[in-house]
């Protein structure tokens, strides 16, 4: 237990460390960009929130040696896309950038989120910073801010690979309790390793993306855990890691997605019907029954992944030394986490400043 509790309070202290001080450092100057170029702020925060991004499998990989297995078919991240994923715990989001890590560079990569995430002290100035989009779940809202969302993408060509969670919620006990009762109630089939998918949503991105860009394909990923499953912060704390995580890929290219909102609906459905399946196969298993065509790191990911820890640690031997040394830094430091707090939590959020510069 000491050890598992070791290992989950030295992820969490990394990866908080490196976002509050990656982030004053990274991003803070960027927002003097913002009121004179859009593009520029978009192009520096995609690089900085990315370098972030590639932090995290690295330490669930090589130093705390979570391995990752990948199945299906090989999706490169290459142009603009939509990705659906179950949503098996809070941490889905996180987890999913191993497999990311290995299919693209990270930097075009967005994620449609609950808002209450875009408040969180220190994570949450990157996840503004990167232009994620947060959904309050008040559909009247929601729908106009998704729009406006993609079209700030879409306007400039930008390649896009949105990540998106259909059922809207993890798959905790009283969730699975809630979605099991919600299909009693309405006569649907009762699912015990996903809930029924909110479909508003993955509509709304689809059609979106049709107007703005060409049409894109969409890559239905599902995640699978052997060994632990870390359900909430709680368990990341303590060290319950997954000895295994396992992806698996389809691809779905645009000409097979249906045109009309209603046959849309009906797809993603489907599609989390036969999830339903998939996972029951695969906890059944601890594997899933696609060819495997990744069961470890190769040698470049290996080095990617320790080339982000030496530069990271790096960057703190400098960052620690000069705070020492110098006060001026330490200024800098406590009034750019000021304007950050501020324009955080105090604004509707940089996100939103964003979209509203660019129009």
């Known amino acids: 237990f000491r050890a598992r509790l070791f290992n989950g309070v030295s992820f969490l202290l990394i990866i908080t460390t490196v976002a509050y001080f990656g982030g004053i450092w990274l991003i803070t100057p960027t927002i003097a960009i913002l009121p004179f170029s859009v593009s520029l702020y978009r192009k520096l925060n995609d690089w900085n929130v990315a370098t972030w991004f590639r932090l995290v499998p690295a330490l669930l990989e090589l130093v705390f040696r979570v391995r990752v297995k990948i199945s299906g078919d090989r ?22 950038w191993c497999y990311m890590l290995r299919l693209g560079n990270l930097t075009k990569h967005k994620i449609i989120l609950k808002s209450a995430l875009k408040r969180l002290p220190i994570f949450g100035w990157a996840m503004q910073a990167a232009q994620f989009m947060f959904l309050s779940r008040d559909w009247s809202n929601d729908e106009k801010y998704m729009t406006d969302s993609i079209k700030y993408f879409t306007s400039q060509q930008y390649p896009i690979q949105l990540l998106l969670f259909p059922e809207g919620t993890d798959l905790s006990e009283s969730n699975k309790a809630k979605g099991q009762k919600y299909a009693e109630e309405h006569g649907l089939q009762k699912y015990n390793y996903v809930l029924h998918p909110r479909t508003k949503g993955f509509v709304c991105c689809i059609q979106a993306l049709r107007q703005g860009i060409r049409p894109v394909p969409v890559y239905d990923m599902t995640i699978g855990y052997v060994g ?6 709680s368990d990341i704390a303590t060290g319950h890691w997954p000895e295994e995580i396992h992806f698996d890929c389809t691809y779905i290219p645009s000409s097979q997605l249906p045109m009309e909102d209603s046959e849309l609906e009906g797809w993603l459905k489907t599609r989390w019907q036969q999830k339903e399946e998939k996972l029951k196969e695969f906890y059944a298993n601890d594997h899933f029954s696609t060819p495997y065509f990744e069961e470890g790191n190769s040698s470049w990911i290996q080095l990617s992944m320790l080339a982000t820890l030496i530069s990271w640690a790096t960057f703190h031997v400098a960052i620690f030394y000069g705070l020492y040394l110098f006060s001026t ?23 939103t400043i964003v979209l509203r510069i660019y129009k």
Do not use: K
């Not at 999706?75 to 999913?96: K, M, Q, S, Y």
């Not at 632990?228 to 912060?233: F, G, K, R, V, W």
């Open 75 to 96: 999706c490169p991240l290459e142009g603009p896309c939509v990705i659906i994923l179950n949503h098996r715990t809070r941490f889905d989001w996180l987890f999913a």
């Open 228 to 233: 632990a499953i870390p359900q909430n912060e």
């Open 329 to 351: 830094l330490r200024w800098y430091y406590l009034g750019a986490t000021l304007l950050l707090i501020i324009l955080t939590q105090f604004t509707n959020s940089l996100e």
